[in-house]
């Protein structure tokens, strides 16, 4: 089956510095990924549709100067949280589509964000 | 802009009851519908999907959901559950409208007692 992988799985970092958190599809290649923060006993939020080669399209109210994404490869995204603070500290979640096969989503583990 | 809600946002139950999770979607043209399982820190696992066909669908674990139309709706049941069931569970739809991008519901979170 279709494995995705995010790393790392837990990451605490001081305020003010930048963390990046990297998503990777293992067996297959993706030319879209998508990365949700979650809240606490809350659901997931789209922050950003990751597209390979281009630029990732940001939902409303996600700063895209805050929450920088890269998809170099059909294989991996990156999201950068820069300058970061305590209320950026959550649970950010990736997922990718295959290429040939578009109607489902594929979820990594999840990167568990301290900010101190 | 699509939306989905889930009505129940805790359930507690005994092993061997009968489980139904409501939820209802916005959206007057073609959706995708999934439900989607998340057991205590592990991630995202997919329980079914429907995309089209059979509007009874059967999933993994004796989970299966029914899509109404004309209800907007996509509720998961499982006849009997048991003390592994305990997760959150997460209702969830796509449109193509959209770009396949996933609008997820509140979350259930089900407590089953042993």
């Known amino acids: 089956g279709a494995v995705v992988s995010q790393h790392p799985s837990r990451v605490i970092c001081k305020s003010g510095t930048s963390v990046k958190i990297e998503c990777r599809s293992l067996d297959f290649q993706a030319t879209t990924m998508f990365w949700y923060r979650q809240f606490p006993k809350k659901s997931l939020m789209l922050m950003a549709t990751s597209n390979e080669g281009s630029k990732a399209t940001y939902e409303q109210g996600v700063e895209k100067d805050k929450f920088l994404i890269n998809h170099a490869s059909l294989t991996l995204s990156t999201l950068t949280v820069t300058s970061a603070h305590p209320e950026d500290s959550s649970f950010y979640i990736c997922?990718?589509?295959?290429?040939?096969?578009?109607?489902?989503?594929?979820f990594g583990p999840g990167t568990r964000l301290t900010v101190t | 802009a699509q939306s989905v809600s889930q009505h129940n946002h805790h359930v507690i139950l005994s092993e061997a009851a009968s489980l139904e999770l409501g939820c209802n979607y916005s959206?007057?043209?073609?959706?995708?519908l999934f439900w989607y399982v998340q057991y205590p820190g592990q991630h995202l696992q997919l329980l079914l999907k429907y995309f089209s066909g059979d509007p009874l669908v059967k999933g993994i674990k004796g989970f299966e959901a029914e899509f109404i139309k004309s209800k907007f709706s996509f509720n998961l049941r499982k006849p009997s559950v048991q003390w592994s069931d305990t997760a959150e569970y997460f209702c969830?739809?796509?449109?193509?409208?959209?770009?396949?991008?996933?609008?997820f519901g509140g979350g259930t979170r089900v407590l089953v007692k042993p």
């Open positions: 997922s990718a589509h295959q290429v040939l096969a578009a109607t489902e989503q594929y």
């Open positions: 959206y007057g043209g073609t959706v995708n």
């Open positions: 969830a739809v796509t449109i193509k409208a959209a770009g396949n991008k996933l609008t």
